[in-house]
């Protein structure tokens, strides 16, 4: 690794003591020697396992449950359905008061999407578990469902979900989350060129080698230990303690260690009802999701749509964006509302434009309830940026390094949202790529610095 | 469900345990024996992270029968360090930060051990092929495959 240290030498003291040295992780002696102990290397005597009963249809009333013929399966212990949920309606941003509470913990009444858990069977074995899955008896009345993001924003596209009476998340903004900056009709007016494109992503699942799951042991002093993959502990004993109407001071979560989340292990989906199975046992429960249900029912990364118009000058100046962004929530919000909050934030990108107006859409359909995965809500729209800054360049002839040279954020600068751009360092990153590429620009360009004058 | 009973060493010490007819392995060595360096990732012989060593070879612990082990001899990276010392491929593992969450490297090292005890020096293209059961899905590979190499060359000056 080389270190270089001429960039912002004025700003930095030249003491670094961690940066550059290559330091031991300290969980590897366990992961090398096979001693790190994730959350299914817990076995505790009596352990029963949970399945699910899931929806074989993406979006359906449910007329009636018979789990009767599930309940006589040998090694079946105990089924359970949405009535034995305390707080069954919950969302996991109401910690941070984005609401409304819109997913059920098993369903109640509807389903919304192909895969939602309906009734939870806890056996002796894994194997009676699954087998007395198959002998719950769901009645289904199949309702039209949406599965495109446009075409749930029109009218007329069925209800995907009541508790929000729309098909879009409501801000306090309205129908989408808005940020306005400038005059941008006024930068289209002024551009040389306008270019407007569209760009479309797909749901991404983060395909972690361990699944998502916990193992739940009920205490003697009536609190629960909840052994967990979680990626938010927190998040997961606070939804926890509302999901089951129980104080946090009887659940002890116990993780940490995460055989791989990339942010596929931040929805609290299998811990609120693995307590609820121990407490109405009394007997340990593992809940551990097989590989078919990571990769079905897990949330995605949300497929995105991005609309991008772009007014430019011949040189070289975008004087004018106005962004459409689109998140695919699927079903329920879980992450989504913030991911596209995010996105209005982050769409003029790493550029200074004056002239700039963003809409981002958090939209439902009968998807998969897609949710965080590595900087979700920016991802896909840096890919979209990028793509149009390239095509950008294309259209004026420019070179596509020294167009972003010429738009780059510097110190200063008022971002679109309200923001002044501090501790920029576009300009040098893209300096030292120039060089490590082999992509020269002109000199004015690697004489630039992120330093405004008198900034 | 009838019980057999299996008998077979693990990482050189005898065990004997009562098993379900139609038990995996992986489920015998980890819910019955406590080796739980074996991971189940996927339990379909696609991922690798169960990946143990029987009778020299490389074996997909989640689709073998336990009672198939009779008077086997089992390795896992749970017995692979001797004494407290790291194998060459731990420490290389360690060395060349090969590991991220853990959770796929017991596998990954199994499957490069026994590469190693065939192909002493192999090239990078024997490396890539003999890891190929395995999935990572945070290093990218590069740094497991170094390790490799970097644990073969180590082997080979000791050897020496």
């Known amino acids: ?455 | 469900m009838a019980k057999v009973p299996v008998q077979f060493t693990l990482n050189g010490s005898e065990k004997a345990e009562f098993i379900e007819s139609g038990t995996t392995l992986l489920n015998a060595l980890r819910d019955k024996i406590g080796d739980t360096s074996p991971k189940g990732g996927c339990h379909q012989g696609t991922c690798g992270a169960c990946s143990v060593i029987i009778d020299g070879e490389l074996k997909l612990s989640c689709l073998t029968l336990a009672e198939t082990c009779g008077g086997a001899d089992i390795k896992t990276t749970a017995g692979l360090a001797e004494g407290g010392v790291l194998h060459p491929l731990q420490r290389a593992f360690l060395d060349a930060f090969a590991t991220q969450c853990g959770f796929c490297t017991p596998g990954m090292i199994m499957a490069a051990k026994v590469l190693l005890d065939r192909t002493p020096n192999p090239s990078r293209e024997e490396v890539v092929e003999a890891l190929s059961g395995n999935i990572c899905r945070c290093t990218g590979y590069e740094p497991i495959i170094q390790a490799v190499l970097t644990a073969a060359r180590a082997s080979s000056q000791n050897a020496a």
Request: aromatic residues 8%; proline residues 6%.
């Open chain 1, 1 to 455: 690794m080389e270190l270089r240290k001429d960039y912002f030498a004025d700003v930095r003291k030249d003491g670094l003591n961690e940066i550059g040295q290559p330091r031991p992780r300290l969980d590897s002696p366990g992961h090398v020697t096979g001693k790190t102990a994730y959350f299914a290397d817990r076995n505790f005597p009596g352990m029963l396992h949970l399945k699910m009963v899931r929806s074989p249809h993406h979006h359906a009333r449910i007329r009636s449950i018979d789990t009767s013929e599930a309940e006589k399966h040998p090694g079946v212990v105990r089924v359970l359905t949405a009535k034995n949920v305390p707080h069954n309606v919950y969302t996991i941003l109401i910690l941070i008061q984005v609401g409304p509470e819109d997913e059920t913990v098993l369903a109640d009444g509807k389903v919304r999407w192909k895969g939602e858990a309906v009734v939870a069977v806890l056996a002796e074995t894994q194997r009676a578990a699954q087998e007395a899955v198959a002998k719950v008896k769901v009645d289904y009345e199949v309702l039209p469902a949406v599965f495109d993001i446009e075409q749930a924003l029109k009218p007329g596209a069925p209800l995907v979900n009541e508790y929000h009476g729309q098909n879009y998340y409501l801000y306090d903004s309205g129908e989408c989350r808005k940020v306005r900056f400038g005059d941008v009709e006024a930068g289209f007016a002024e551009a040389d060129h306008i270019l407007e494109q569209s760009y479309q992503s797909s749901p991404i699942e983060h395909a972690p080698t361990e699944t998502t799951g916990c193992v739940v042991v009920p205490e003697g002093n009536e609190r629960f230990t909840c052994y967990t993959n979680t990626q938010a502990m927190f998040f997961t004993l606070d939804n926890t303690s509302i999901i089951l109407q129980m104080p946090g001071s009887k659940l002890h979560f116990v993780g940490g260690t995460v055989g791989g989340g990339f942010g596929g292990k931040v929805d609290v989906i299998v811990e609120p009802i693995a307590i609820l199975g121990a407490k109405l046992t009394g007997r340990p429960v593992s809940f551990v999701y097989s590989r078919e249900e990571e990769m079905q029912i897990s949330s995605p990364r949300a497929a995105e749509k991005v609309v991008i118009k772009d007014g430019v000058m011949r040189d070289g100046r975008i004087v004018a964006r106005k962004v459409t962004g689109y998140t695919d929530a699927g079903a329920y919000s879980r992450h989504s509302p913030y991911g596209a909050q995010k996105g209005a934030a982050h769409y003029p990108g790493p550029y200074t434009i004056p002239n700039v107006w963003i809409d981002t859409y958090c939209v439902y359909t009968n998807r998969t309830p897609s949710s965080a995965m590595r900087g979700f809500g920016v991802t896909i729209g840096d890919f979209a940026l990028e793509v149009q800054m390239d095509k950008l360049a294309r259209l004026i002839g420019m070179d596509p390094l020294e167009f972003r040279f010429i738009n780059a954020y510097r110190d200063g600068d008022m971002k679109a949202h309200r923001q002044p751009t501090e501790g920029a360092a576009l300009i040098e990153c893209m300096q030292e790529a120039s060089r490590v590429a082999n992509w020269p620009v002109a000199e004015k360009y690697m004489a630039m610095s992120s330093y405004r004058k008198g900034a």
